[in-house]
């Protein structure tokens, strides 16, 4: 018999992987009847957003945490390569629009481990994009400057 999880082991488990994929990143468990009674939802954007959406139907809280975990691990190479790209897209505006891409300015739509993590691959990729490279991302020291990740 395996052993039940508490709601709070439920809670650090889904807090967890969300804090890996980053803070719009939501993720819901529902309850319901049948085969398989529990649903596990992710919604890697938010959950305004359908894109990348992941789902897994179990039996018991333990498999559903460890299924949606699984499909996250397979689909994570395809969600980097998107914010890279949606990134990289957002350095090339902001460098036309302001003469430099800061952080402070690419945190406004991704979160600061995102432009941390992405942000080398983004310019790279945003080099190959645009003719008005190299891109870069100018840090920002000060009352907008970045909290630690």
């Not at 009674?37 to 498999?63: N, Q, R, V």
């Not at 739509?109 to 190959?128: H, I, R």
Request: aromatic fraction near 8%; include cysteine.
């Amino acid at each position: 018999m395996t052993k039940q999880m508490t709601v709070k082991e439920i809670q650090a488990q889904m807090r967890e992987l969300t804090k890996r994929i980053g803070p719009r990143a939501d993720l819901s468990i529902y309850i319901g009847h049948g085969e398989q009674p529990l649903w596990i939802s992710l919604y890697p954007y938010g959950t305004t957003k359908e894109e990348g959406h992941l789902a897994f139907h179990a039996d018991d809280f333990a498999e559903a945490l460890d299924g949606i975990n699984a499909a996250w691990d397979k689909y994570q190479e395809q969600f980097k390569a998107t914010i890279t790209r949606k990134m990289a897209l957002a350095i090339i505006r902001l460098t036309d629009e302001f003469g430099t891409c800061t952080d402070a300015a690419l945190r406004q739509e991704f979160d600061n481990g995102q432009v941390s993590s992405y942000g080398e691959a983004a310019c790279a990729l945003a080099d190959t994009m645009a003719a008005k490279g190299p891109f870069g991302i100018v840090r920002v020291d000060g009352a907008n400057k970045a909290d630690a990740a």
